[in-house]
């Protein structure tokens, strides 16, 4: 199976179990949907998206900085040694091309904040994964919600991670939304205004 087969190999920062609420997530949208992923490292998460999108041609735009993470943190950060690799973008067109998601992921390489300001498609379903900081998220969410449509999914990683607790104290002191579930470090919300 497609899904399988997409965590088995390809390295990312979500988990398997919550790379299958992505799966199923992207599956379960109607046709001709929009998903946009902020942070997308290489492509694990977008991936699993993408692979749900398929069955109903649904799209996903995928955002992120990619080879300028040492700009902004160090790789001990993350845990990672590879983090700030100048070679995270070609894994991760390597990764789409490898599972034949070139017509269903468009990824779109830059600033999301930046990006967000030109933008003009609603949202069906937005993952946040990029910027930690406070600010990062605050900034993403503020640009970015208010393209999500009524109904629409919001995802939040690294919610209740306790490498990145600005995650959970922006969202917890000032969003109000609906939370869904929250899976491993996965929050799922819904947009209801």
């Not at 949202?123 to 605050?138: A, F, P, R, V």
């Not at 993403?140 to 209740?160: A, M, R, T």
Request: proline share 2%.
């Amino acid at each position: 199976m497609l899904i399988e087969d997409i965590i088995n190999n390809v390295n990312g920062l979500m988990s398997e179990k919550e790379c299958k609420i992505l799966y199923k997530l992207a599956l379960w949208l109607d046709n001709n949907k929009n998903i946009v992923e902020i942070g997308s490292y290489k492509g694990r998460s977008s991936c699993c998206l993408a692979a749900g999108a398929l069955y109903n041609n649904s799209n996903v735009y995928c955002i992120d900085i990619w080879d300028e993470y040492s700009s902004i943190t160090s790789p001990t950060t993350w845990g990672l040694e590879t983090f700030s690799s100048p070679t995270i973008f070609e894994e991760f067109k390597h990764n789409i091309l490898k599972y034949k998601l070139n017509n269903t992921i468009q990824y779109i390489k830059g600033d999301s904040n930046t990006i967000g300001l030109t933008w003009n498609k609603e949202i069906d379903l937005l993952l946040i994964d990029g910027d930690h900081s406070y600010t990062g998220i605050k900034k993403d969410y503020e640009i970015w919600s208010p393209f999500v449509v009524k109904n629409g999914i919001i995802l939040f990683h690294d919610y209740n991670s306790h490498a990145h607790p600005d995650v959970k104290k922006y969202i917890d002191n000032n969003i109000h939304i609906i939370k869904l579930e929250c899976i491993e470090h996965l929050l799922i919300t819904t947009r209801r205004v």
